[in-house]
């Protein structure tokens, strides 16, 4: 009932940014933690970035100097803008909502020369 939705994603050369961004749907009556995951072949899945109900964030250590997640107008939304990519970030990227446990589909980006 509650439904996450991730864009942005894509191809792009080392170096590049993208931003990637989620939107929520449905029965949601607060604001809550949320977060984004990753899963490369072969790789368990990791959290990226995760901002909680007061606005608190925090990041995977491997992106935390490359990766900035905000919130999207008071909403149940965010996005996470992506610096100095490199191939490792290569991955399905998961939008989570933790009240819920709702998860996204998931959204693929391609890091590649």
């Known amino acids: 009932q509650v439904q996450l939705v991730e864009s942005g994603g894509g191809f792009v050369q080392p170096g590049g940014s993208l931003r990637l961004s989620c939107a929520a749907s449905g029965s949601i009556f607060g604001i809550y933690a949320m977060g984004w995951y990753r899963q490369a072949p072969g790789k368990e899945r990791e959290l990226v970035a995760r901002v909680d109900s007061g606005g608190a964030t925090n990041y995977g250590d491997s992106v935390k100097d490359r990766f900035t997640i905000s919130r999207v107008n008071a909403k149940n939304a965010m996005s996470l803008q992506m610096n100095s990519l490199t191939p490792e970030d290569t991955a399905v990227y998961y939008c989570?909502?933790?009240?819920?446990?709702?998860w996204g589909r998931g959204i693929q980006v391609t890091v590649s020369s």
């Open positions: 989570n909502m933790e009240y819920y446990n709702s």
